[in-house]
Every structure is written in structure tokens, then in C-alpha cells.
């Protein structure tokens, strides 16, 4: 029947901030909003040590709601201690299916360079061994973040994600040859996204996932407002369209990227 819900395409949000401020205070009406518009998974993305608890408390209270564990780059210096060892340990719990956000900020250097590098290789360290994908951060720092996956690489196989993808079609080349996946948000829908468009058309089908970093970067047409998981179902209709294809057909090949790197939440 035409409007069924049977019938709405279902979406995966790769990367979303629930316990941010701007969410949390309203965390269940925000993923009631989110299931009304068709999401049916959200992974709730950790940044720093003190928020792994209450992010895996809402993915322990919500089926549809997954959790990771990290260190984002720019809370590298407020926390040497948090080694491999230490988010192996986490990553154990049931909920848990990836490991970050990690990986390397130098625009803002809100961390020192070399304590996020070698943070971004304890998270990679924490990926193989566990064998959940790592989630990376990159922000002008595109040489360094090539490398330090390119050798890490080689030094065990590893799964990933280069979340909310902003970076060059070269290093897109780069982290698709090195087997990652790439994650697209509401930033693509942007008008002077020009050129991340122009790559986001041509990525992949089998390496798209699709993502909105809530409370953070709504796309058209909500700019202004805190992001929602809800609002991932705007960026997929923009993005089918940019890549010429339905967003039921989008829909459908996200969130079965989405299964398959983040295994766990499958099994």
C-alpha cells in the first residue's frame, strides 16, 4: 500500500554523537525520530574515556543503537593512558562493534601530532586485534594518515572506515585500495561541496556507507539545526541522486555495507 512503512527505504547511520550535548537530553525522542524516518541502525560513536559507559548504556537499552570505543585526535594529549590493551578490554562488551574515532586532526591541533599518531596506532593495534573495524578521523592530514595505514597495513590486515569523508579523490584511492570503506555525511549536500560531490559520485557502491555525525553538520534541508540520525534519510536522497540512483536502491546497498563491516552487529 502506497505510504506503507513496510515499504520506506531502511537506512543505516554509520556515525552519530547520541550522548553529545544537543542529544542527549533528549536521546529517546531523537531515536524515535530516527526509526520513524527509517533508520534501523545507529552507531554511536565514542570520543573520549569518560562517555564509554553511558554510550554503551544506550546501546544496551536501544536494539537499534550500537556502540564504539575510542579516543577522537583531539582528546589524544587528556589521555596517554589509554592504550591497546585498554580498548581491547572495552571492546568486549557485546554492544561494542568498532573501534574509534581515531586518527589524525591538523587543522585544529588540539593534541600534539605525535601523541595522536601514536594513539591512532594503538586504536589500529586495538582493530586487528579484535578484529572490529576502525573508525578514523582525518583532517589535514591526509600524507600521514595514508602512511600510517599503508604500514600498519602491512604490518596485519585490519578493517575500517574513513568516517565523514572530506579528503581528496587520491587519498579516496588510497584508502579504497587498502581495502577501507568510505562514509559520506550531511556535508555533501552543501553548496560549496563541490568537489567532495564529484568524488562522492563515483565511489564505489560495495565501499558507501552513509552517515550524519549528530549532533554536528545537518545537511539541506535542516542547516542550522543540531543533526538527528533522522536526517541521514536527506544526505542518502541527495547522494542517490547525485550518483543517478534511487534512494531505496541506496538505501539498501548502505546498510548492507554497513552489516557487513560491522560484522558484529550482524551476527
Not at 515499504?7 to 544537543?22: E, K, R, T, V
Not at 597495513?153 to 579504497?176: N, Q, Y
Not at 562514509?183 to 549536500?189: A, L, Q, W, Y
Amino acid at each position: 500500500m502506497r505510504g506503507s512503512p513496510y515499504l520506506m527505504p531502511m537506512f543505516a547511520d554509520s556515525h552519530c554523537h547520541l550522548n553529545y550535548p544537543g542529544l542527549v537530553k533528549d536521546q529517546r525522542a531523537v531515536i524515535d525520530r530516527a526509526r520513524v524516518r527509517g533508520v534501523t541502525e545507529m552507531l554511536n560513536i565514542a570520543t573520549r574515556e569518560a562517555d564509554w559507559d553511558a554510550i554503551v548504556a544506550t546501546a544496551d537499552r536501544e536494539p537499534d543503537v550500537w556502540a564504539s570505543v575510542g579516543i577522537h585526535p583531539h582528546e589524544a594529549d587528556a589521555h596517554p593512558d589509554v592504550d591497546t590493551a585498554r580498548l581491547i578490554d572495552a571492546a568486549e562488551h557485546a554492544r561494542v562493534i568498532g573501534i574509534g574515532e581515531t586518527g589524525l586532526d591538523y587543522f585544529y591541533d588540539h593534541s600534539d601530532r605525535e601523541r595522536q599518531r601514536r594513539s591512532f596506532r594503538a586504536h589500529i593495534a586495538a582493530s586487528r586485534e579484535t578484529g572490529l573495524p576502525l573508525i578514523v578521523h582525518t583532517r589535514d592530514a591526509e600524507d600521514d594518515t595514508a602512511a600510517i595505514l599503508a604500514e600498519e597495513m602491512g604490518r596485519g590486515a585490519f578493517t575500517g572506515v574513513i568516517h565523514c569523508f572530506t579528503a581528496s579523490a587520491e587519498f579516496a584511492a588510497k584508502a579504497l585500495a587498502l581495502g577501507l570503506y568510505i562514509s559520506i555525511s550531511g556535508i555533501v549536500t552543501f553548496k560549496n561541496a563541490k568537489v567532495l560531490q564529484a568524488t562522492a559520485a563515483t565511489l564505489p557502491g560495495d565501499r558507501l556507507l552513509i552517515e550524519t555525525d549528530a549532533p554536528f553538520l545537518a545537511p539541506v534541508p535542516h542547516r542550522g539545526r543540531p543533526g538527528e540520525p533522522a536526517f541521514v534519510a536527506d544526505t542518502a536522497t541527495f547522494l542517490a541522486a547525485l550518483r543517478g540512483a534511487r534512494v531505496e536502491h541506496l538505501a539498501r546497498e548502505t546498510r548492507a555495507n554497513f552489516l557487513t563491516l560491522f560484522d558484529k552487529a550482524a551476527a
